[in-house]
């Protein structure tokens, strides 16, 4: 039994098999009733990417942590739509595995503070060690998301955060990486 992890669209899904470890597929995701719900309909993400700015696809990965399936959800289509490669993990703890399997192939991570198995702050000093220079985003609905960083590669945000916030954070860490 795979323990997957829910995306959208043609993008990697990673999940854990039973002596088998991780395990990787490139799949086309049904997104559950109780998610869609929870997000809104498809008109509704519709209408948020036509919200977005229509900037070039680019072609970036990024690692996507985020526990609560709806906002992983939303955060993968926004991410998907404009021209993101998108690997989601559905808690720390698969991320750090995900982050170590590919970690020079991640542009960006893209994490959930408060998670269970293993919340952000230390999923942040893990990979970290893995790959200092990596630009990662923080978005946190509690206090911690107003701390400003000493770490210039990584930025921390607020939730609620709009698709256009969500774009607009990935792109300044990404350009000041590439400083």
């Not at 609905?141 to 607020?158: E, K, L, M």
Request: net charge neutral; hydrophobic share 45%.
């Amino acid at each position: 039994m795979v323990h997957s992890v829910i995306t959208c669209g043609d993008i990697a899904a990673a999940g854990r098999a039973p002596g088998h470890g991780l395990v990787w597929s490139a799949v086309r995701v049904t997104v559950p009733t109780r998610c869609q719900t929870a997000v809104a309909n498809r008109s509704f993400v519709a209408a948020m990417r036509d919200s977005l700015d229509n900037a070039e696809p680019v072609r970036r990965t990024i690692l996507l942590v985020e526990d609560e399936a709806a906002i992983r959800y939303l955060f993968t289509e926004v991410l998907h739509n404009q021209g993101y490669y998108v690997i989601a993990a559905e808690d720390g703890e698969l991320g750090l595995e995900i982050a170590r399997a590919r970690i020079a192939s991640l542009d960006a991570v893209i994490t959930d503070s408060r998670m269970p198995r293993l919340e952000g702050p230390e999923l942040v000093a893990a990979i970290r060690a893995l790959r200092p220079e990596i630009p990662i985003l923080v978005v946190s609905g509690g206090v911690d998301a107003a701390a400003p960083s000493s770490d210039p590669a990584t930025r921390y945000v607020a939730k609620p955060i709009s698709p256009q916030k969500l774009l607009q954070e990935l792109r300044r860490i990404l350009r000041s990486a590439s400083r």
